[in-house]
């Protein structure tokens, strides 16, 4: 199933299930999952499992009502508003922290647990990490702090390129952080790079088409919500013009992207669920503390790069903490 026919179907469940709910199960506990960009399988089923780990599993014993925004920060407001309405039992927010300040606006009792790279201090989520002393806790990926290294293993798998074009989102909270981040350590590799913006799907091709008119030898695509969402958009043009990228996440690596350093989506979506079932427990997501991953791994697509006639390095190849063949 690919993420638009999964789209559809959590619409239809949201719809369907209030009239289930009381028919069959009037005591069931039902979830808000409002996402900020549109829902992803993969991710989802990471999230599930961790839920019926939990011993929750939708459908049986606890309900799950989904609204997505694809992309459009402005609906949040309203969807929150709606979620809300609908007297759920816990709140999870997922797709950047818009959605998750979005619901934090909406209500100050319900429970809310987040998956975001927004610093949730900073944006006003939580009092302290490890105390949260609100209502919102979750997980909480400062992944935009590893794009210098991103950059720097993409310079060490294409040494001899001369231009480096960097995709970033331009509406995306930490886009001063990335763009500062990547400028230094282009700076410090001594590797020119060409800045590349992009908040839609149309914005991605065109960004595309200057890659390949610049010369620019290799891509990076910055973490965010938005490129991963569109994941199957960007590795299949990187794919078409045979541009060598690295990305945040295993996902797109996985889907054929060249290379990837990062925390795991899986595994924060996996935490989102475990701290979902505590609170469906009767845990308070004030005491549960921000987590924050400490886990990074290179992954390599060995069959991309021998596509793309890339030699990968041995220095790199024995320092990837996995690689795909």
């Known amino acids: 199933m690919r993420r638009r026919e999964f789209i559809k179907a959590a619409t239809a469940s949201a719809v369907a299930w209030p009239l289930a709910a009381r028919a069959q199960q009037p005591a069931m506990p039902v979830i808000g999952f409002l996402d900020g960009q549109s829902f992803d399988l993969y991710l989802m089923t990471a999230f599930r499992q961790a839920l019926k780990d939990a011993g929750y599993i939708e459908g049986r014993n606890v309900a799950i009502y989904f609204r997505s925004a694809d992309g459009q920060t402005d609906r949040l407001v309203t969807l929150a508003g709606d979620i809300v309405g609908r007297r759920v039992a816990v709140i999870v927010t997922t797709g950047g922290g818009a959605a998750a300040l979005a619901a934090y606006a909406a209500t100050t009792t319900i429970p809310i647990v987040f998956v975001s790279g927004v610093d949730p201090i900073t944006s006003g989520l939580v009092m302290s990490l490890n105390r949260p002393g609100s209502n919102a806790t979750g997980v909480y ?8 290294k991103r950059l720097a293993l993409l310079h060490g798998l294409v040494p001899a390129t001369k231009l480096i074009a960097v995709l970033l989102n331009p509406t995306n909270a930490n886009f001063q ?3 500062r981040i990547v400028q230094d350590a282009a700076r410090d590799l001594g590797q020119q790079v060409n800045i590349l913006s992009a908040s839609t799907a149309r914005d991605i091709d065109v960004a595309f088409a200057t890659v390949t008119k610049s010369g620019a030898g290799a891509l990076l695509v910055g973490s965010d919500p938005f490129f991963n969402s569109e994941r199957d958009q960007v590795v299949g043009l990187a794919a078409r013009h045979a541009i060598p990228a690295i990305f945040e996440g295993r996902e797109f690596v996985t889907a054929g992207g060249l290379a990837s350093y990062g925390t795991s989506l899986a595994d924060a979506y996996r935490q989102a669920g475990i701290y979902t079932g505590r609170v469906l427990r009767g845990e308070k997501a004030a005491d549960l503390p921000i987590v924050q991953p400490t886990k990074f791994e290179f992954v390599i697509n060995l069959k991309t790069a ?4 890339l030699d990968v390095p041995p220095g790199l190849s024995s320092s990837a903490d996995e690689m795909i063949e």
Do not use: N
């Open 141 to 148: 990926i400062p992944q935009q702090v590893l794009e210098g």
């Open 177 to 179: 952080t990335q763009l």
């Open 306 to 309: 021998k596509a793309l006639g």
